[in-house]
T-cell receptor, first 113, second 109 residues
Framework: DTAVSQTPKYLVTQMGNDKSIKCEQN?????MYWYKQDSKKFLKIMFSYNNKELIINETVPNRFSPKSPDKAHLNLHINSLELGDSAVYFC????????????FGQGTRLTVV | AQRVTQPEKLLSVFKGAPVELKCNYSYSGSPELFWYVQYSRQRLQLLLR??SRESIKGFTADLNKGETSFHLKKPFAQEEDSAMYYCALSGTSYGKLTFGQGTILTVHP
């Protein structure tokens, strides 16, 4: 009965590969997000979807492509992985509203070698 | 533009001592401020938000619009408070969060 779940938890891959991270929420929220946490633990938003529509795209390289097949799922596909993509990626969801609480997944640690 | 600053990367205190984690923000509108916490091996979770004006686990935070601050305070720190703390700001209806750099709090026995 996990609220926000992401898979895989760990991902090790070579430069140039294409990989996907999946995220699902069972909270009935309309809005989902992807955040990136770098090596210094700095968290920054990448994308936000509301009811399957892209709302926020924070100048992320085109190699990153989110896809929301329905409002309970938001997947992240990354093409041509680079060393600098190594980070922890967090999925989150929330109700609409500026004071809404965000619920986070456990994170996916991506290591590009 | 939204910006959140947590000036202390690391903060160490002894059990029973008061603790204050600093947070300053920059935002042209009327922001919503939050503190999120990540305990070891657990997911990031909401600790408190200014609109609720509540105390959670003994922590409080007051929004000071004049000083654009939202410092997190606890009068008597406990060892289980050791964690990474993020101050965050939301200024849009879609709840996009702008995070500070985070402060690692260590409470020594």
């Amino acid at each position: 009965d996990t609220a926000v779940s992401q898979t895989p938890k760990y991902l090790v891959t070579q430069m140039g590969n294409d990989k996907s991270i999946k995220c699902e929420q069972n909270l009935g929220h309309d809005t989902m997000y992807w955040y990136k946490q770098d090596s210094k633990k700095f968290l920054k938003i990448m994308f936000s979807y509301n009811n399957k529509e892209l709302i926020i795209n924070e100048t992320v390289p085109n190699r990153f492509s989110p896809k929301s097949p329905d409002k309970a799922h938001l997947n992240l596909h990354i093409n041509s992985l680079e060393l600098g993509d190594s980070a922890v990626y967090f999925c989150a969801s929330s109700q609409e509203g500026v004071s809404a609480e965000a619920f986070f997944g456990q994170g996916t640690r991506l290591t590009v070698v | 533009a939204q910006r959140v600053t947590q000036p202390e990367k690391l903060l160490s205190v002894f059990k029973g001592a008061p603790v204050e984690l600093k947070c300053n923000y920059s935002y042209s509108g009327s922001p919503e401020l939050f503190w999120y916490v990540q305990y070891s091996r657990q997911r990031l979770q909401l600790l408190l938000r200014h609109i609720s004006r509540e105390s959670i686990k003994g922590f409080t935070a007051d929004l000071n619009k004049g000083e654009t601050s939202f410092h997190l305070k606890k009068p008597f720190a406990q060892e289980e408070d050791s964690a990474m703390y993020y101050c965050a700001l939301s200024g849009t209806s879609y709840g996009k969060l702008t995070f500070g750099q985070g402060t690692i709090l260590t409470v020594h026995p």
